[in-house]
């Protein structure tokens, strides 16, 4: 869940709450804003190469610089700041992100069937398998005409499902080829029967069909006939493999089918191994050695895929590939079995995960770490950087990190390892309070293009200055911290009344963070206490409504602060209040008045300010939980009411409306909904019984039945 | 984070309203489970009463596709069985609706008690509309027999847009409301639940193995409260995804 989505264009919507009672986060998955992500929650992927990754993530980051590439960019910035999931990574660089247009049938590659891409059954091939058949027909030289279209019809009939419900597909694929009669078109024949009878779940027949077509005259038969043999096996050695949930149970596997199926597809490939079927033959021997539980031979056909830089020899993509290895492998792999440095590091780095200081006891030890050191003979700088993740994720020793890694000059571009060492080490520089951090911080900027970097170091740059107390400088001219996210997050919770003020009135930044600007403000000044500067600042408010959401996607646009709450008044409500400007006025002369309080406490309940996000501080080690620059600390509703309870000058009608508003937060739930600290049921009891007996005749007290 | 935020306050809740510690989920404990790639199944699914097996991933490639991830077609005879769609991209293709009715067929005529499809996507809050959208168009694509369902964390109920998730009920014919992200309990589940007076849908809570629950007083009441769900993980924790 738990983004920059759609390479934060709709992460523009993060940047503020779209209305006060809204979550910082606008999507379900929440993420945390920090680069140092020690436990995996499947929402805080960066492009920091670490602990709390989705372990797919990492493994995808390190085969972009395996494979020597980047996906396509379609503009130059492809991710924003946010910590991501797996799922809006791999949308971000589909390089169409967030696209909601419709796909037409046309969009669709023509093998397409009704199965979905990967499904674990044997008529997955149908019908690519009828194309090539169409194919060697029209190729065939010698086959009489009538017989080729007799072959073809009877192909087309043959629309096999492979569930043991549906009816075979042999019999009426033999009836439908008896007359075919020269040598040429018995061969076909007896393909097609062989298909027919793969598909039905006959293998021993397949198994004697495609045996007799090893000399057969066309190249593609003969080909065909081979790689099936090879499928043949394999289906049949699963054949009762599998419980009643479809799950594999590999003691039931047939270990000598799938021998043989091994033998088959190693044959095909070392006899043909650009042959027509290389590709799937290479990725059936991956099922071969998932289904026999063979880790070392599956963990070498993955590393076989790491190094073939031709993504048509890999008939898989980077995403699909750490896919299938994060399900097929990983879960059920020992580090102490694995060789590859790529694969190991994953591993590492997942076993790195820890909830807090206590159970990083728990995680992968520097001496087992060290102990791989052979392993990474080939990567020494992959090594250097587990080494140095270690120190900053699990041992919390940011100047290891420092002695490990070496400052790099930048090259053209950094691959997501290289990126990583060089933004682990500036965060390793910032924690053990060096003045370089923020430069070498900086440095990386012109050289961080590729998906979600950029991101990356705008939110280690923006939390370098926010715990420098110099978050201003974010803000300042030139600043290369762009993500609305990022600059909106810290206008949240912490700027102070100068910056907010002058980002209200600058120029230079976009006019939406403009308008937040003096909506923070003014809600803050509010109610904080800061009510002379809140009368002066109304001025501030626009004098026109804010320009209408363009009409193209009115879902991705921005949202908008409604500014016009600070014309708020309610003077016919049942507890009166005049407009914000005069209750402000009236509490500037006295800021302990109770009408004007109470109005305060009003005005924030009735415009749906409780459990705001402007009062809910991000933790501390996330953007935003530095101390606030903003004097005052949060609001609770309930402050109020408690202050005015316990004010004996307080007039029994503003009294018994601070009790019965005190009662009914916790309505219906129990829970308070006011803020503050929660109170006691004994002390909800009290109130009920002081408003009840005490203030009697007051409206509050009949209208009061029940306490929460 | 918004949630970790109103941890404390939950705790304070939990502790002065002797709701009670929070308690380990066990398995043992509930009778409807989700089965997720890479989970392998588990004693207590024995007895299940409703599963829900993740089937297929459709993800943003262009054009998305539908990418297999569940095993071969169960043989289940007892119990409600749920096709669960992992969803990247809500611009399925015509063949992605092929793929997906094409699987509802085979497991029904391989004889397994199929009632429903459950969507599990990371639905915007701001965008719950154009979500309701795409989920009553998927639902008058399926047979009039198999019910809808979806997931959703627990900010729905709590910050949902009303209007958009006003729609969403009206489509669906159940919500799982997830209480965990990732593999954890989200902290101050408590007080999001407490204001799931909101939702007007039937609805279940998905709770994690292993995970933390403590049921609000409130929850037993609610008249649209149908139990829960629990994702399953593997003992030894290996790298599987949750919804």
């Not at chain 1, 911290?481 to 009344?497: F, Q, S």
């Not at chain 2, 094409?102 to 969507?119: K, S």
Request: aromatic share 8%.
């Amino acid at each position: 869940m738990l983004r920059v989505w759609a390479a934060g264009v709709a992460l523009l919507a993060l940047a503020f709450v779209a209305s006060p009672a809204r979550a910082s986060g606008d999507f379900t998955c929440a993420p945390a804003w920090t680069l140092v992500h020690t436990q995996y929650t499947g929402c805080d992927s960066v492009a920091l190469l670490g602990p709390g990754n989705d372990t797919r993530v990492n493994l995808h980051l390190l085969l972009i610089d395996l494979h020597g590439g980047r996906p396509a960019a379609p503009s130059p910035v492809i991710g924003g700041a946010a910590p991501f999931s797996w799922e809006n990574f791999e949308d971000a660089l589909s390089g169409k992100p967030g696209k909601t247009e419709d796909y037409t049938s046309e969009d669709v590659q023509p093998q397409s069937s009704e199965f979905a891409t990967g499904e674990g059954t044997r008529c997955v091939s149908n019908a690519g398998g009828a194309a090539g058949f169409e194919t060697a027909l029209a190729a065939a030289r010698r086959l009489p005409p009538d017989e080729r279209v007799r072959l073809s019809d009877a192909r087309k009939a043959m629309q096999p499902s492979c569930e043991a419900s549906s009816g075979a597909v042999l019999p009426a694929v033999t009836v439908a080829v008896g007359p075919v009669k020269s040598s040429a078109g018995r061969a076909f024949a007896a393909y097609l029967q062989g298909a027919a009878a793969f598909y039905d779940g006959d293998f021993d027949t397949a198994a004697a069909r495609f045996a007799g077509l090893r000399k057969a005259e066309s190249d593609w038969l003969r080909q065909s006939a081979r790689y099936m043999q090879g499928r043949v096996e394999l289906n049949s050695a699963q054949v009762n493999a599998f419980d009643e949930y479809g799950a594999i149970v590999p003691a039931k596997v047939d270990a000598a089918a799938l021998a043989a199926a091994e033998s088959d597809f190693k044959a095909y490939l070392r006899d043909d191994p650009g042959g027509l079927y290389a590709a799937s033959a290479r990725g059936l021997l991956r099922r071969v050695y998932w289904l026999g539980g063979n880790q070392d031979k599956l963990a070498a056909e993955y590393v076989w895929q790491f190094t073939q830089i031709d993504p048509h020899a890999r008939n898989l993509s980077d995403g699909d590939l750490a896919q299938e290895i994060d399900a097929k492998l990983l879960g059920a792999s020992e580090a102490a079995r694995v060789a590859d440095p790529t694969l190991l590091a994953v591993i590492d780095l997942e076993k790195m995960r820890h909830d807090n200081a206590k159970d990083a006891a728990a995680a992968l030890s520097l001496a087992d770490l060290e102990a791989q050191r052979p392993r990474f003979a080939a990567d020494p700088a992959l090594f250097d950087y587990l080494l140095a993740a270690h120190a900053l994720f699990v041992d919390g020793r940011p100047a290891e990190v420092v002695r490990l890694i070496a400052a790099e000059p930048p090259g053209e571009r950094l691959g997501y390892l290289s990126f990583s060492r060089q933004l682990l080490r500036a965060l390793a520089l910032d924690r053990v309070g060096d003045g370089g951090a923020r430069e070498s911080l900086m440095r990386l900027f012109p050289v961080a293009t590729a998906p979600f970097q950029r991101g990356a170091l705008e939110l280690a740059l923006a939390m370098h200055d926010e715990r420098r107390g110099d978050v201003e400088r974010v803000f300042a001219a030139g600043s290369p911290v762009a993500d609305e996210a990022v600059r909106g997050i810290l206008l949240r919770h912490a700027a102070g009344p100068a910056l907010l003020r002058q980002r209200a009135a600058a120029a230079d930044g976009p006019r939406l963070e403009a308008r937040w600007a003096v909506y923070i403000l003014l809600y803050k000044e509010l109610t904080r206490g800061d009510y002379a500067a809140f009368s002066r600042d109304l001025a501030l408010l626009p004098t026109q409504a804010p320009p209408a959401a363009p009409a193209v996607d009115v879902s991705r646009a921005p949202a908008e602060p409604d500014l016009t709450v600070f014309a708020w008044s309610n003077p016919a409500g049942r507890y009166p209040c005049p407009d914000l400007r005069d209750i402000a006025a009236r509490l500037a002369r006295d800021p302990r008045a109770v009408e004007p309080r109470l109005c305060v406490g009003e005005f924030t309940r009735l415009e749906g300010f409780d459990n705001s996000p402007l009062d809910s501080p991000p933790p501390a080690d996330e953007l935003g939980g530095a101390p606030s620059r903003f004097p005052g600390g949060e609001f609770a509703r309930m402050a109020i009411y408690k202050s005015i309870i316990a004010d004996p000058a307080a007039p029994a009608a503003d009294k018994a409306y601070a009790l019965y508003r005190a009662i009914y937060c916790y309505a219906p739930s129990g829970h308070s909904d006011c803020g503050g600290p929660e109170s006691p049921v004994s002390e909800r009891k009290a109130w009920f019984e002081t408003l009840k007996h005490r203030y009697a005749s007051l409206p509050w007290a009949a209208q009061t039945t029940v306490y929460w | 984070m918004r949630s970790r935020a109103l941890a404390l306050a939950a705790a304070t809740w939990l502790g002065t309203s002797g709701a009670g510690f929070a308690a380990t989920v066990d398995a043992r404990d509930y009778d409807a489970f989700w089965l997720w790639a890479g989970v392998r199944p588990q004693p207590e699914m024995a007895k299940a009463k409703v599963l829900y097996v993740l089937q297929g991933e459709v993800v943003a490639s262009s054009p998305p596709r539908l990418v297999a991830q569940g095993g071969a077609t169960p043989a289940l005879r007892r119990g409600e069985l749920w096709l669960v769609y992992r969803v990247q991209t809500l611009a399925w293709t015509p063949l992605i609706y092929a793929q997906v009715a094409a699987h509802l067929r085979r497991w029904r005529a391989a004889g397994n008690p199929v009632v429903g499809v459950q969507i599990d996507f990371d639905a915007r809050t701001r965008r719950l509309g154009a979500y309701a959208a795409f989920l009553a168009d998927l639902k008058s694509r399926l047979p009039p027999d198999c019910k809808l369902g979806v997931t959703g964390l627990l900010d729905w109920s709590s910050q949902g847009d009303p209007a958009g998730l006003k729609a969403l009920t009206g489509v669906v014919d159940e919500l799982v409301l997830q209480t965990y992200q990732g593999r954890r309990t989200i902290p101050g589940y408590g007080a999001w639940l407490a204001r799931l007076d909101r939702l007007g849908a039937p609805f279940r809570i998905g709770l994690v193995q292993g995970g933390e629950w403590t049921p609000p007083e409130s929850l037993a009441r609610d008249p649209d409260f149908r139990g829960y769900v629990v994702f399953l993980r593997n003992p030894t924790g290996p790298t599987e995804q949750t919804p």
